[in-house]
């Protein structure tokens, strides 16, 4: 059964590095999504992404963050400076089209210290 | 504002009964309704999903309501197994909106044996 994978499952990075995420979503879905969970709460959605540009992103999809789809594979999320606060679950989803099932992957947990 | 939220945070049932998760949504341009199952240390996992032209929609042991009326949602597990322990997310899609899920906040499921 096609999956999205996230890649790594577990970052430790120190406050104000620089982190990229990586995900690879299903081969033939279109849209593309970053998520986040801190621990204990909702999953709250940061961007989507579809014919390589940003379609709809929320308040926390800041100028600290951007996503990119550098080959015809890989999706990525990058932290320019992270933050104490951006330590959570990290979730990479994809979906066909609008409106459908959004796959997620099984996340990236982001440290910062 | 836009959220989506979960009358109970925890739920406890007995092996073999049946189950009901509740959720309200406030977005009345939300057109299309999920839940999702996460399992801890996972990622969401779709169970069933809803478009708003319908009220009801059934699956293999699940049951997803809507009602539009009172924007509420509600998931129901036939014959709950242990298995089913998880937490349970409903997620509400904003007409073009890129595809974004506004989760709700998750409802704990526990099955006794």
């Known amino acids: 059964e096609p999956e999205v994978t996230q890649t790594p499952s577990h970052q430790v990075t120190q406050m104000g590095q620089e982190v990229i995420l990586r995900c690879v979503p299903i081969s033939n879905h279109l849209y593309f999504y970053w998520y986040r969970q801190i621990l204990g709460q909702k999953v709250e959605f940061l961007v989507s992404?579809?014919?390589?540009?940003?379609?709809?992103k929320s308040e926390i999809f800041d100028d600290q963050f951007s996503v990119e789809r550098p080959d015809g594979s890989n999706f990525t999320l990058k932290i320019r400076s992270t933050k104490l606060e951006d330590s959570a679950m990290y979730f990479c989803?994809?979906?066909?089209?609008?409106?459908?099932?959004?796959?997620f992957g099984q996340g990236t947990r982001l440290t910062v210290v | 504002g836009e959220s989506v939220g979960l009358h109970l945070p925890t739920l406890s049932v007995q092996e073999g009964d049946n189950s009901i998760i509740n959720c309200a949504y406030s977005?009345?341009?939300?057109?299309?309704f999920i839940w999702y199952k996460q399992e801890s240390g996972k990622g969401p996992q779709f169970i069933i999903d809803?478009?708003?032209?319908?009220d009801k929609r059934q699956g293999q042991r699940v049951t997803v309501l809507l009602n539009k009326t009172v924007k509420h949602l509600s998931l129901q597990i036939a014959a709950t197994q242990p298995g089913d322990s998880a937490v349970y997310f409903c997620a509400e899609s904003p007409y073009n909106q890129g595809g974004k899920l506004i989760f709700g906040q998750g409802t704990e499921l526990s099955v006794k044996p």
């Open positions: 809803i478009r708003s032209n319908m």
């Open positions: 977005n009345s341009a939300s057109d299309y």
């Open positions: 992404f579809y014919n390589n540009e940003i379609s709809e």
């Open positions: 989803a994809s979906s066909e089209e609008t409106s459908t099932e959004a796959f």
